[in-house]
């Protein structure tokens, strides 16, 4: 039987076709993107039906993970708004940091997605405003394991209506923002801005929404979001995700395994910055961003 075994190291496919009467075996070899080592027939579709219910079957497992680790762990959030609403700050950190890195490297796991951190060591020990490009839902679960701790992070509204998300969400101190409201937006920056006023880091991604061009690239930095580190005086950090689209996204919403590779680039001072320099700011962490992501 015609068999086809695709190698997740070397990326090619070795195509055996057996020739029944003359019992010769006729090897053929060309390029293929990343995937797990799955069995084909001479025509490929018993390989390629696998591996989409392989796709299918980590979706699924995503999402029973994703809110059966919420309900699961009900108990720890309620005792952890509990703290909150006590003014309790210190349990709530506990309780943040103990958990949504944990349950954000369980997201990972499940869906095979192995992760490469370069440059931990340019976080400052102070709050910064980390900055980062927007390619995939899997950049929140992402920078959640990726930094130095879980941050806050400025969301989309519609985020806000995820039962029990919503609620961890808050915990961590993320502002949500409805995109087409002005008024809404300037509000969120204000709430951004006070969260990193108070002493804590905070996550923003300045696109806006996700890129879905070319792998490599990265839409416009809007200025607004970067007003928070300019208030602040808190320095911003640059942060080049690369990959993460390709574990969900350009494999039509259906999950796969694959690398993303995170770097986290020297911060960038915006104390004593001139007008000009604020102006020129979010193209050049962009500039910086980009050439990290080739």
Same mark, same amino acid.
């Given at each position: 039987?015609?068999?086809?075994?695709?190698?997740?190291? #070397?990326?090619?496919?070795?195509?055996? /076709?057996?020739?029944?009467?003359?019992? %010769?075996?006729?090897?053929?070899?060309?390029?293929?993107? =990343?995937?797990? #080592?799955?069995?084909?027939?001479?025509? $490929?579709?018993?390989? &390629?039906?696998?591996?989409?219910?392989?796709?299918?079957?980590?979706?699924?497992?995503?999402?029973?993970?994703?809110?059966?680790?919420?309900?699961?762990?009900?108990?720890?959030?309620?005792?952890?708004?509990?703290?909150?609403?006590?003014? +309790?700050?210190?349990?709530?950190?506990?309780?943040?940091?103990?958990?949504?890195? @944990?349950?954000? &490297?369980? /997201?990972?796991?499940? *869906?095979?997605?192995?992760? *490469?951190?370069?440059?931990?060591?340019?976080?400052?020990?102070?709050?910064?405003?980390?900055?980062?490009?927007?390619?995939?839902?899997?950049?929140?679960?992402?920078?959640?394991?990726?930094?130095?701790?879980?941050? $806050?992070?400025?969301?989309?509204?519609?985020?806000?209506?995820?039962?029990?998300?919503? @609620?961890?969400?808050?915990?961590?101190?993320?502002? =949500?923002?409805? &995109? !087409?409201?002005?008024?809404?937006? %300037?509000?969120?920056?204000? !709430?951004?801005?006070?969260?990193?006023?108070? $002493?804590?880091?905070?996550?923003?991604?300045?696109?806006?929404?996700?890129?879905?061009?070319?792998?490599?690239?990265?839409?416009?930095?809007?200025?607004?979001?970067?007003?928070?580190?300019?208030?602040?005086?808190?320095?911003?950090?640059?942060?080049?995700? *690369?990959?993460?689209?390709?574990?969900?996204?350009?494999?039509?919403?259906?999950?796969?395994? $694959?690398? %993303? @590779?995170?770097?986290?680039?020297?911060?960038?001072?915006?104390?004593?910055?001139?007008?000009?320099?604020?102006?020129?700011?979010? +193209?050049?962490? @962009?500039?910086?961003?980009?050439?990290?992501?080739?």
């Amino acid at each position: 039987m015609p068999l086809c075994y695709l190698s997740a190291y #070397k990326y090619t496919r070795i195509l055996w /076709i057996l020739q029944a009467k003359k019992h %010769v075996f006729v090897k053929k070899v060309c390029s293929l993107p =990343f995937c797990p #080592k799955v069995c084909y027939n001479d025509t $490929g579709l018993f390989g &390629r039906k696998e591996e989409r219910n392989l796709s299918i079957l980590r979706t699924i497992a995503l999402f029973v993970y994703l809110f059966g680790y919420m309900i699961v762990h009900y108990a720890t959030l309620r005792r952890a708004e509990r703290a909150l609403a006590a003014g +309790d700050l210190d349990t709530v950190e506990q309780i943040v940091k103990a958990n949504i890195p @944990r349950w954000s &490297r369980g /997201i990972l796991r499940v *869906t095979g997605a192995r992760m *490469t951190v370069e440059g931990q060591k340019n976080i400052p020990a102070g709050p910064c405003v980390f900055v980062g490009n927007h390619r995939s839902y899997y950049d929140i679960p992402i920078l959640l394991t990726a930094l130095d701790a879980p941050h $806050g992070i400025l969301a989309k509204k519609e985020l806000e209506k995820i039962p029990l998300l919503n @609620r961890w969400m808050k915990l961590l101190g993320c502002v =949500f923002v409805k &995109r !087409d409201d002005i008024r809404a937006s %300037v509000k969120a920056l204000n !709430d951004a801005t006070a969260i990193v006023e108070s $002493g804590r880091s905070f996550v923003i991604f300045p696109e806006g929404t996700r890129y879905k061009g070319e792998e490599g690239g990265a839409g416009e930095f809007k200025a607004g979001a970067f007003r928070i580190a300019v208030k602040t005086s808190a320095p911003v950090v640059p942060v080049a995700v *690369t990959g993460a689209r390709a574990l969900f996204e350009s494999n039509g919403n259906r999950c796969r395994p $694959g690398s %993303v @590779r995170i770097k986290i680039m020297p911060p960038i001072q915006t104390a004593g910055m001139s007008k000009a320099e604020q102006k020129q700011l979010p +193209d050049a962490v @962009r500039q910086s961003i980009l050439a990290a992501l080739k």
